[in-house]
């Protein structure tokens, strides 16, 4: 099997090797940890969202027009308790402290010069070559983080209204999805969406674990609040299911990407490929309803798991819209295929990167940093044009099989591409760094 040398990511504070003779102690491990040995009556905030069957277009159906929700979700409940823990001094490193600046050009690559993320720490092996693994409960796990760092629980209202409880028990029986911090972050605001904690489910998504990371998206009701999510193999680091997300007030590059149409479905779920990117990927909109959106993308995504293909994918603009890549960066480098200087540069691009946010670990990549060098590294994400079309047509395959009935899609792959980028409204005007001919960097901290 393939396995390659790498130094695992912190997210938690309690993330490292440990005897699990702790855990069985009578009373608890000691550390208020979300195990079986110290969660029985511990009570944490709850917000129980909406879970409409909204219009992809942010238009609720008929009926179910939406209220105002008793907390602000993005600013006074996720970054407001999120600065809570920072100053607390919860995290490893001050992320809003790190260099950031856009990369002149006409992509706007976003490079943040992050030397927390360098860790000093014994390597360990990471199995590449195998997409799905079993859970490992003797290895780090979402449940051995403290609760202090967990933000709240977010799951499905009850009785159809938006609530928000202080202090709310833990429902062990029905082990509730929660909101933790990343304490190595990359950014403002970054967070981990872990469904069904207690279920301890291993780094494969499901339609209801994809469905909950959608209505977060929607939730937040913010373009530059986004969720990412990695497969191992395509640089998951701990395996125990989890998305990724936090808040950058820019575009990302690959949101203003280019595309073209590739096909329609009868949900009105909409698939088209990227143009004049590194990184080949499918990009889905639309829907007769959120959860048309969501079943197809991550039918997409189990899909990829089944035939053992690595991917990342990014929730952007809301929950409207969602970037699919398969990947092989992983395999490249256990084969030994990848550039050296490439690997000097100890950069793993998973989502945020493939997104055009690079993470650099040295000042010397971060003051080198060009749009030719972001170019060169996300190139060796991408699959080749043959082998990208070969699991493209996996990926119909399978949408097709699952469609219930209701038709296969209606090919339309002759269509123009797209007549504007895809970006945000006031893109130009906040940012007209990221027009290309910019000279100088914007500087964002």
């Not at 490193?93 to 260099?99: F, G, I, L, Q, S």
């Not at 706007?108 to 092996?125: M, S, V, Y």
């Not at 209204?161 to 833990?170: C, D, G, L, S, Y």
């Amino acid at each position: 099997m393939l396995r390659i040398k790498r130094v695992p990511t912190v997210v938690s504070n309690y993330q490292k090797d440990e005897s699990e003779e702790a855990a069985r102690r009578e009373g608890g491990c000691g550390r208020n940890c979300l195990n079986k040995c110290c969660i029985q009556g511990a009570k944490l905030p709850l917000y129980a969202f909406k879970p409409l069957n909204k219009i992809v277009g942010d238009k609720a159906l008929p009926g179910h027009e939406s209220s105002q929700p008793p907390v602000a979700f993005l600013d006074s409940l996720l970054l407001g308790e999120w600065e809570d823990r920072m100053q607390k001094g919860l995290f490893r490193y001050d992320v809003t402290a790190c260099e950031t600046k856009v990369i002149p050009g006409g992509y706007g690559f976003i490079a943040q010069l992050n030397e927390g993320r360098h860790l000093k720490k014994r390597p360990t092996e990471f199995r590449v070559d195998k997409v799905l693994q079993p859970f490992d409960g003797s290895k780090f796990n979402f449940t051995k983080v403290g609760q202090e760092e967990v933000l709240f629980q977010f799951e499905p209202s009850e009785d159809g209204e938006v609530q928000f409880i202080p202090n709310a028990p833990i429902d062990v029986e029905n082990s509730p999805s929660v909101v933790a911090i990343n304490v190595s972050p990359i950014e403002y605001g970054h967070v981990l969406l872990i469904p069904r904690i207690l279920e301890c489910l291993p780094q494969r998504i499901d339609r209801d674990s994809f469905l909950l990371a959608l209505y977060m998206a929607a939730e937040a009701e913010s373009p530059y609040f986004r969720l990412g999510y990695n497969s191992l193999g395509a640089f998951a680091t701990i395996n125990h299911l989890h998305f990724q997300a936090y808040y950058l007030a820019v575009p990302f590059p690959i949101e203003k990407a280019p595309t073209k149409k590739i096909t329609t479905l009868d949900g009105g779920v909409k698939i088209s490929k990227l143009l004049n990117y590194p990184v080949r990927g499918l990009i889905f909109e639309g829907g007769n309803s959120i959860e048309d959106l969501s079943n197809t993308v991550s039918d997409a995504c189990i899909c990829l798991q089944d035939n053992n293909i690595p991917y990342n994918v990014l929730i952007a603009d809301c929950g409207r819209r969602i970037f699919l890549f398969p990947q092989c960066y992983a395999e490249k480098q256990a084969l030994g295929e990848v550039n050296a200087e490439l690997l000097d540069t100890q950069v793993n691009p998973a989502v945020w990167e493939i997104s055009g946010h690079m993470v650099l670990k040295r000042k010397k990549d971060y003051e080198e940093a060009s749009e030719e060098n972001a170019w060169r590294l996300l190139a060796e994400v991408s699959l080749s044009e043959e082998r990208f079309q070969e699991v493209s047509a996996l990926i119909f395959e399978a949408i097709a099989s699952v469609d219930n009935g209701n038709g296969n899609a209606t090919q339309s792959s002759l269509e123009e591409p797209d007549a504007k980028p895809k970006s945000h409204e006031e893109v130009d005007a906040i940012h007209p760094a990221m027009v290309a001919g910019t000279k100088e960097c914007l500087v964002l901290h």
